[in-house]
């Protein structure tokens, strides 16, 4: 039988659509899979084209190396195009069991993150990838000639884009626990020296050992994390200031006694809504106790 709230369910009904789920977003990738193996020759000319100096050839060490360097390429990109109609896929799985305006706070931070996502991977691809492999070949002299292999260069450069693809995705780890009242703006201000340092250890450890592409993912990331406590300050006051105003509807329904036969109502969404502020206050209050 079909429930009223469609957030409610069992948990084998959970368990079926996580399953579901998961299924369409393997069938999404295999989708894009086919053509990807069809042009993963081109796709590696382009890569290697446009990070890799024209004076610098690729090598393989193995007969099978570039078949399995073409399909490991395929799979990375067929996640690649696949990945917003997967991530679309785990917003519909978990939107059921959310009110309205938290549905729409998660389709404004999927967006964001999407967003932000592509602007670290291009950063990464296609312009600290190419000053890498510039720093790589100012070793070489005339007795030691750069021969770099075909695997090698593709991990470094899937490993390099993804490393710039989840440091940008800073604001979005931090703005989700500042709306939920589970972290400060002020304890991002306070510890301030801390996230940036650890920022610049990231940066280090995610490229190359040139100053060019630390700084190059290190300042980005500064600035990300100052934009960031920004928009916490003014989101945290903005929930504080929704927090604190009066539930007239909730009241309301509760003076009137209940409905035309004298029953006593479910509470409104509205009430609902009353006691979800009253919790994530309570919760906000405990940790700033902490």
């Not at 939107?95 to 991977?121: D, I, N, R």
């Not at 990231?202 to 990300?224: F, K, N």
Request: with cysteine.
């Amino acid at each position: 039988m079909r429930k009223n709230n469609p957030g409610e369910g069992t948990l084998l009904e959970h368990l079926e659509a996580l399953r579901m789920t998961v299924w369409r977003c393997v069938a999404a990738v295999v989708v894009f899979l086919i053509p990807a193996l069809f042009f993963s020759a081109e796709i590696l000319r382009w890569i290697s084209r446009v990070a890799c100096p024209p004076e610098l050839k690729l090598h393989y060490f193995s007969p099978f190396e570039p078949l399995f360097v073409q399909l490991n390429l395929s799979l990375v990109a067929a996640v690649i195009a696949a990945g917003p109609f997967i991530l679309w896929q785990l917003a519909a799985f978990i939107s059921p069991g959310l009110y309205a305006h938290e549905k729409k706070m998660l389709a404004s931070f999927c967006g964001f993150a999407l967003l932000l996502s592509l602007c670290g991977a291009a950063l990464g691809f296609f312009f600290v990838i190419p000053q890498v492999m510039v720093f790589s070949l100012s070793f070489a002299t005339a007795e030691l000639q750069p021969m770099i292999g075909l695997s090698s260069f593709l991990k470094m450069v899937v490993w390099m884009i993804l490393g710039f693809a989840l440091v940008f995705e800073l604001p979005v780890a931090l703005l989700i626990p500042v709306r939920a009242g589970l972290l400060r703006a002020e304890s991002l201000k306070k510890f301030r020296y801390l996230f940036v340092f650890g920022i610049f250890v990231l940066a280090a450890l995610l490229t190359p050992p040139d100053v060019v592409s630390q700084l190059a993912l290190g300042i980005p990331g500064w600035l990300l994390f100052e934009t960031t406590v920004f928009f916490a300050g003014k989101m945290q006051k903005r929930a504080e200031e929704n927090w604190n105003e009066p539930d007239d509807a909730g009241e309301g329904a509760a003076a009137s006694g209940g409905g035309p036969d004298g029953a006593p109502e479910a509470p409104p969404r509205s009430a609902s809504r009353g006691s979800e502020r009253s919790r994530l206050a309570s919760v906000s209050r405990r940790i700033r106790k902490l």
